[in-house]
């Protein structure tokens, strides 16, 4: 007799070589292979391989021992510690720029006050020892202010933005509004221009934006990259 064929059913959303992840501390990297890894105990179960940016964020270089043969088998290339294998619920690819995510930022009109009659749940420790209550002055003024049908500038720093907007989305015109967009921790690839163009450019985050005449990726502490329109 024989036994069935083994069905592994591959997730759509990672593509070898082009699609992103980051970790839980922030390192970020691409996916280079999907599919079952000849160490694993069960061998139908699905990982995602990764390189790593930093190159020391690995564990080895995409070869791996075989349970069944105890022999080499390679799912992967890359430097000695820059590879990884991780289950697809440690996956994370990024978040859309979506108007949910931007209202996320922003606390509505009509929600509980943070600080009702002006002093916030919290106290100062004096020199002397007392405790002293904080005040928190003009917040409905401030929350009246920065609602996002009227704000023109906004940071989405350090949220993971790794693609655009569902272009069919009911309440994408809320993108109109704004004039700067500031990104980091951006699922860029190592090679920039498979996302980074100027805005307007098809596959990339600021063609959603109509408005906007700077467009700014900050990608880490030493590099950034602003973009301006032409009118």
Not at 178 to 201: A, E, M, T, W, Y
Request: with cysteine; proline share 8%.
């Amino acid at each position: 007799t024989h036994s069935a064929p083994i069905t592994i059913k591959m997730p759509p959303h990672l593509r070898p070589n082009i699609t992103r992840v980051r970790d839980a501390s922030g390192f970020v990297g691409t996916v280079v292979y999907v599919g079952p890894v000849a160490s694993a105990k069960s061998p139908t179960e699905i990982y995602a391989g990764i390189t790593w940016d930093d190159v020391t964020r690995g564990k080895h270089d995409g070869s791996v021992l075989c349970r069944s043969t105890d022999r080499i088998v390679r799912h992967f290339k890359c430097g000695p510690t820059q590879g990884s294998f991780l289950r697809l619920s440690k996956v994370d690819v990024g978040l859309a720029l979506t108007p949910k995510l931007m209202r996320s930022r922003y606390v509505e009109p009509d929600a509980e006050l943070v600080a009702p009659d002006n002093l916030l749940p919290h106290v100062a420790r004096t020199a002397g020892g007392r405790d002293k209550p904080i005040e928190f002055l003009g917040e409905v003024k401030i929350r009246n202010r920065q609602q996002l049908e009227d704000v023109e500038d906004i940071s989405l720093r350090m949220l993971g933005i790794a693609r655009p907007c569902n272009p069919k989305h009911p309440q994408r015109n809320i993108f109109d509004i704004l004039q700067l967009l500031s990104i980091s921790n951006f699922h860029l690839p190592q090679k920039l221009d498979r996302l980074v163009s100027p805005p307007g450019c098809p596959g990339h985050v600021g063609q959603q934006i109509v408005r906007c005449d700077q467009f700014r990726i900050r990608l880490d502490i030493t590099r950034s990259h602003q973009f301006w329109r032409q009118r």
